[in-house]
Every structure is written in C-alpha cells, then in structure tokens.
C-alpha cells in the first residue's frame, strides 16, 4: 500500500524520529549531552528512589494534617460566627440561652467523643482477641 508521499508505511517507519535519540533511526546515535545526564541524576535524590517514587514521611503527613486542620479551623470559625443568633436551651432542668453556632459545635464535639469512645472500646476487643490467639499459637 502506497501513502500520499508515494513511498511504503515501513518505509516511511524506518525514516522517523527515535524519540530517546532526538535523530532518524536510521543515522548515528546523538552526541554526549550532559544537560540530558544531569536531568536524569536529578530526578531521584540520594537515596537513589526516583522523587516520584520516594515513600511519604511521617513529617509530611502532620504538615498535610496540620493545613487540613487548619481549613477546617477556619471553616468552623466562619461557621459560629455566621450562625450568632440565641436559642434557649433546657437540659434537665438546666435552662441558658446559647449561640446557635456554639451549640452546634458542642453537639459536634460530643456526638465525635461518642465515636471515639466506641473505637477505644473495639480496638481493645480485638487487642484482646489477638493477644489470646498469640498466646494459644505460642502453647502449641
């Protein structure tokens, strides 16, 4: 099959520009360039892994976690100070008048000690459960 150039497809594959080398395929390889080494030494550090494949510290997960946390800081300030308006609340007994805002977050706050306290409760079950399956693997 001829192309509109009126050579054959392989023909035409055999004269293309090698990607790596920058010339045709079908000419000499391209010249020492040090500006090609030193981009390829610079891509991993001393260590030798690549910047791309490098594993994530402990430092830079509390650096992530401190910036979402600090968002999110910023998100609840915003949110108690546009929502100032005043319920009255009555618990047992106990009445006050509350920002709407400051009461939301205290229900936030005791709604999420709820759940830690759930989590504490199963992490120690399972602690338990594979403490005494250590031990009956270690008897036999």
Same mark, same amino acid.
């Given at each position: 099959?001829? /192309? ?11 004269? /293309? /520009?090698?990607? %790596? $080398? ?7 390889? %391209?010249? &020492?360039?040090?500006?090609?080494? !030193?981009?390829? /030494? ?10 791309? %494949? ?11 976690? @401190?910036?979402?946390? +600090?968002?999110?800081?910023? @998100? @609840?300030?915003? &949110? ?8 009255? @609340?009555? !618990? ?12 939301? &977050? ?6 999420? +000690? ?10 120690? $079950? ?9 031990? %009956?693997?270690?008897?036999?």
């Amino acid at each position: 099959m001829k /192309t509109p150039s009126g050579s054959s497809p392989e023909h035409q594959q055999s004269s /293309t /520009t090698h990607p %790596k $080398q920058g010339t045709s395929s079908n000419s000499h390889p %391209k010249p &020492f360039d040090a500006h090609e080494i !030193y981009e390829s /030494t610079t891509s991993a550090d001393v260590t030798g892994v690549p910047q791309n %494949k490098r594993p994530v510290s402990r430092t830079a997960v509390v650096w992530a976690a @401190l910036i979402v946390g +600090l968002v999110l800081l910023v @998100l @609840l300030i915003i &949110f108690i100070a546009q929502n100032q308006a005043t319920v009255t @609340l009555e !618990y047992f007994g106990w009445s006050g008048s509350v920002g709407l805002g400051l009461t939301m &977050f205290i229900s936030a706050v005791a709604g999420g +000690l709820l759940v830690a306290v759930v989590a504490v409760a199963r992490i120690l $079950q399972l602690r338990s459960i594979l403490s005494a399956q250590r031990k %009956k693997l270690n008897h036999q």
